[in-house]
């Protein structure tokens, strides 16, 4: 191979290092941008490092090698007799590693402090303009459910925001500590009942940005995926306005075949459609389902076989979620699905 | 001088060693309270832990291979990263150190036992009461799965309904109660049971190592004991401390945790490091420069430690302000880290190196412990933390730092005292095979973890799909994890062998510095029949210092020919070692295992929720505390017959009767 070829494979291997569709090193958001800038910072002032001490290892290797075992310095008492110790250790152990983190600190810090709010956030929506943005996530075992507050839409494990703007995502949990992690936009945190986190989302143009829960919750964690949706502000606008909208009366009789089918099964203990269902609210509300690009939690796309698979037999695509299987089959699920299909 | 010399009357061999054997048959194994017998069942069976631990990975790795691979369910993929995690931190690491210290710190400090042999015999027994209780979860279809950190509510009995949990806390609080006990054990021997002479000054660094250690191990491990019992109380009583709804908080349990779980990273460090100040200037024949910095650089890590427990609740929602502090006090903690490092590199720049299997796992520590470290500054560094938290890269640093720092110097350790443990030496093509098979295995496994970390895969994921670019580095990954396994194997396998049919090497291969090359290999049951008088750090490269028949007391001899029976060992000063008092120490004794089996008998009550087999182990427990305070077994001291002797008997001379 020639050393030009060599460096390519280098370079490729490198770029494949960075991308990805949950690559932290290829940030479409300011803070996901910033802290790849830190990481790269850190990596050149890691990497410096790093081949200082390897070099001096090595030099004292070599030193060691060559002094032969009856060199009188080794049987000498004082154990100072060398001024190269003295430096070694004052200037490597001390002065060195002082001005590196002391050079570290000063980037670090404010480029943290610059990646913007976070934290515990005050209750309510209180102090925002009416056309910001803010998002309220609450992670279940094993999805997200996701609610614009003034807006009256709540949908599921999809997060629709203006791309280009500031948007507050005011994270808390149900049942157990999650943590919510869309790598090209921005760092990580946790969901934690009994507390409500804050975390503010820039997207710099549209796009969908995959990301995930990263705090171990239970049996599935593994597949709770979430996906922020960045769009024009228009378009964004007109997103919300058709999420608000109740689903009309089934205009044919077989998607209200299908609604009988739904409304006449388990479906309904856990989940809604158009505020019919449990007060409560277990599973996600399907109000506007077919709107969205993926079921079971992110993990599936959203067409009408994996939606047949899902009703059927939750357990075999997503082990441990808690979604039982329904016993429905032939043309009434095939009614069901229709009616499902139809909920755009 | 010379007119009051006296010359020491032979030791009476014969009485020391039948009096510092063990008694015979089934019951006297068992009864064993010696500190050898006891460091190396906690070596033998922490390393046997090691492999378990390791086997678990492997199949972790399998499942990791490719995407949506089907090796294992995610119930079992969960058990195993958790059992993984349990198992090399607190029955592996810990318990192995504690292993080294107990058989090597008595023969590097001129001692003839721990000054508290039964207390030492139960840590044995309560750790593997704890890691029986443990493994026994298999059999129940039990098996912990909540992570290593078992962070609430997860771990509750609203989401872990099943005893996995229980099992988890109680046999790991027992583990850590095994712990404390060795803990004070070592922190007693190092200040009372030096030999003459040994001030602390002159006091070995893997010492000094271990001092530090013990100490933070009291200051880290009670506060977990406490959130266990406070979440197992939660578990089996519901109270309601880590309950949001009921008022308490989960986040009570992570401050709980991480206040012991962040020094607990440097309780697996030090010692290691303490390994390596013994292993380089032994295989360099140089002191270690600059040793009170040295000193001071132990006990500072063993101070800042516990302000940095929140850097890994970066992601929690504490306000940023906040942890900038907690990041800067991660920073403090590299720099006594350097001056450690940089004092071995300079005993190897000004030394004699020799090629040796403890050197080369030497290098390793420095090449693989270093890269880890700069690693663990930049996770330290808060905004970068938020992105890389929980991740590959996260996995990736720790096992850097833990094999760096905890592994490779066990490894160096256990080449390194082998011939001490056995008068033998492993096969060399063996040891070199075992450490490239592991450095390089090692390096091939955990290096594609920080890509996989910037691509986006996080810790415990059971599985993942394809096209997240992730394929390529695990598949890297988890071939190298069978290299490393290989290695580990073959050293393994070679010590085995070696024990019986290793090659005869003498009692000091090394020509190292430190007390314990002075005695035969394996050492007599009463380590120093003379015991040594110290003048100086390195004792075996000082000529002053060897056992030295001609400057004893009327004490000194007593102690090398015993009453027959009397177990005698001598109590020296905390600060500069001067002998103090001359205690018969307790032998042979049953009542550490009947106390361990009285407790585990209360801990399956509990488990079980048979109440009434807890007040039996409650019972137990008592009966058993009584019997062990009868007075057969009260340490019966009395002052040496020349306590008034002045001063340091090395460099008076002593001799007077």
């Not at chain 1, 709010?117 to 309220?136: C, I, L, P, Q, Y």
């Not at chain 2, 050898?36 to 832990?49: A, C, E, N």
């Not at chain 2, 063996?430 to 295995?441: C, D, Q, T």
Request: glycine share 10%; hydrophobic share 50%.
């Amino acid at each position: 191979m020639t050393r030009r070829a060599a460096a390519a494979a280098l370079l490729v291997t490198l770029l494949a290092g960075c991308a990805g569709p949950e690559a932290m090193l290829d940030p479409f958001g300011p803070s996901a941008r910033n802290t790849a800038l830190l990481w790269w910072i850190m990596f050149g002032m890691g990497t410096a490092v790093y081949v200082v001490v390897m070099v001096l290892v090595v030099l004292a290797f070599r030193r060691g090698r060559r002094r032969p075992a009856d060199d009188p310095a080794l049987a000498a008492r004082d154990e100072d007799t060398s001024p190269v110790n003295r430096r070694l250790m004052i200037f490597g152990g001390i002065v060195g590693p002082a001005l590196v983190l002391l050079v570290l600190n000063v980037i670090s810090v404010p480029m943290g402090m610059a990646v913007g709010d976070r934290g515990a956030s005050a209750e309510g929506v209180e102090g925002f303009a009416e056309e910001d943005v803010v998002v309220n996530v609450t992670a279940e075992l094993f999805w997200w459910r996701v609610e614009y507050p003034g807006r009256d839409v709540i949908t599921a494990n999809e997060i629709h925001i203006p791309a280009g703007e500031q948007v507050r995502v005011r994270l808390t949990s149900q049942d157990v500590i999650h943590s919510f992690w869309v790598p090209k936009l921005a760092g990580k945190i946790d969901a934690t009942p009994g507390h409500t986190t804050e975390l503010v989302l820039e997207a710099d143009e549209p796009g969908r940005y995959r990301g995930r829960c990263t705090e171990f919750c239970g049996l599935a964690h593994a597949q709770m995926i979430i996906h922020v949706v960045a769009q024009e502000r228009a378009e964004f606008d007109a997103w919300v306005e058709h999420q608000q909208q109740p689903q009309p009366q089934p205009p044919t009789e077989r998607l209200e075949e299908g609604r009988q089918v739904f409304f006449g099964s388990s479906c309904v203990y856990c989940h809604t459609v158009d505020g019919h269902g449990p007060p409560n609210q277990i599973g996600p509300d399907l109000t506007h389902l077919a709107s969205r690009e993926t079921i079971a939690g992110g993990i599936l796309p959203n067409n009408r076989g994996n939606l047949a698979g899902w009703i059927v037999d939750p357990q075999a695509q997503k082990p441990g979620n808690l979604m039982p299987g329904t016993q429905i089959a032939g043309e009434e699920l095939d009614a069901l699905l229709d009616y499902l299909e139809s909920l755009e | 001088m010379s007119a009051e010399t006296t010359v020491l009357h032979e030791a009476d061999y014969a009485v020391l060693d039948r009096t510092w054997d063990r008694k015979p048959g089934l019951r006297g194994w068992l009864g064993q309270c010696n500190h050898k017998t006891v460091g190396l069942r906690f070596i033998v069976t922490s390393l046997f832990m090691f492999l378990l631990a390791g086997a678990l990975a492997l199949v972790m790795r399998m499942q990791l291979a490719v995407p949506e691979a089907n090796v294992t369910t995610p119930e079992v993929f969960n058990q195993l990263f958790t059992m993984h995690g349990t198992l090399m931190m607190f029955m592996f690491v810990v318990p192995m150190f504690e292993g080294l210290a107990i058989y090597f710190l008595p023969l590097q400090l001129g001692a003839r036992d721990m000054p508290l042999p039964r207390i030492n015999a139960f840590g044995y027994w309560a750790y593997v009461g704890g890691a029986g209780l443990l493994l026994t979860s298999i059999f129940f279809g039990a098996v912990p799965d909540g992570g290593w950190y078992a962070y609430v509510p997860l771990t509750t009995a609203e989401y872990s309904p099943g005893l996995n949990l229980d099992f988890w806390l109680l046999g790991v609080t027992f583990v850590e109660i095994s712990a404390i006990v060795a803990s004070i054990e070592i922190i007693v021997l190092i200040f009372r049971s030096r030999a003459p002479g040994m001030t602390l000054a002159r006091m070995p660094i893997f010492a000094w190592a271990n001092l530090v250690t013990s100490g933070m191990i009291l200051a880290a491990f009670p506060p977990l004991v406490a959130a266990s019992l406070l979440l197992e109380v939660e578990r089996k009583l519901g109270t309601a401390f880590f309950d949001a709804a009921r008022g308490g908080d989960p986040l009570l349990w992570q401050h709980l945790f991480w206040w012991f779980g962040h020094p607990e990273v440097y309780i697996q460090l030090l010692p290691g490091l303490g390994i390596l100040a013994a292993v380089i200037p032994a295989m360099t024949r140089r002191r270690l420069p600059l040793r009170w910095l040295v000193v001071g650089s132990f006990i500072a890590i063993g101070i800042v430690s516990f302000a940095l427990w929140v850097h890994h609740m970066y992601a929690t929602g504490i306000p940023t302000q906040a942890l900038q502090f907690f990041g800067a006090a991660s920073f403090m903690i590299t720099i006594p880290t350097a001056v450690i490092i940089f004092a071995y590199v300079g005993a190897v720049w000004t030394g004699h190196v020799r090629w040796t299997v403890p050197m080369l796992f030497a290098v390793a520590f420095l090449v693989v412990f270093i890269l880890g470290g700069i690693t663990g500054v930049m996770v330290a560094v808060v905004a970068f933390n938020w992105q890389i938290h929980d991740t590959y890269f996260v996995v990736a640093h720790f096992h850097y730092v833990l094999f760096g720092g905890s592994v490779f110097p066990i490894f160096a350790g256990l080449y390194y005292w082998f011939p001490k443990l056995t008068g033998r030496q492993p096969n060399r093509a063996a040891g070199l095979w075992a450490f490239w098979l592991m450095f390089i295995g090692f390096n091939v496994t955990f290096m594609p973890q920080h890509i996989l970390g910037f691509l986006g895969m996080t810790r415990r994921l059971w599985t993942y799909e394809a096209g997240l670019g992730w394929t390529i580095w695990n598949v890297i990954s988890s071939a190298g994890s069978g290299l490393l396994g290989l290695g580990v194997l073959i050293s393994v396998v070679a010590f085995a062998v070696a024990w019986r049919r290793g090659e005869p090497c003498g009692d000091d291969p090394w020509q190292a510095s430190s007390l314990e090359w002075s005695l035969p290999s394996p050492p007599p049951n009463e380590n120093f029949a003379h015991l040594p008088v110290v003048t100086d750090q390195e004792p075996r490269w000082d000529a002053g210092s060897r056992p030295h028949p001609h400057e004893t007391t009327a004490w000194y001899q007593e102690l090398a020919s015993p009453p027959e029976g009397q177990r005698e060992a001598v109590l020296t000063t905390v600060a500069d070692a001067r002998p103090q008092a001359i205690v018969v120490l307790p032998g042979h004794s049953l009542w550490p295992l009947w106390l361990t089996l009285a407790i585990l008998v209360g801990l399956v009550g509990v488990l079980f929720d048979l109440y009434v087999v807890a007040i039996v182990g409650l019972v137990g427990i008592f009966v058993t505390l009584v019997g062990w305070l009868l007075p057969d077994s009260l340490v019966d001291a009395r002052p040496a017959a020349d306590d008034d002797a002045p001063g340091d008997p090395a460099a008076t001379g002593g001799g007077r009767r």
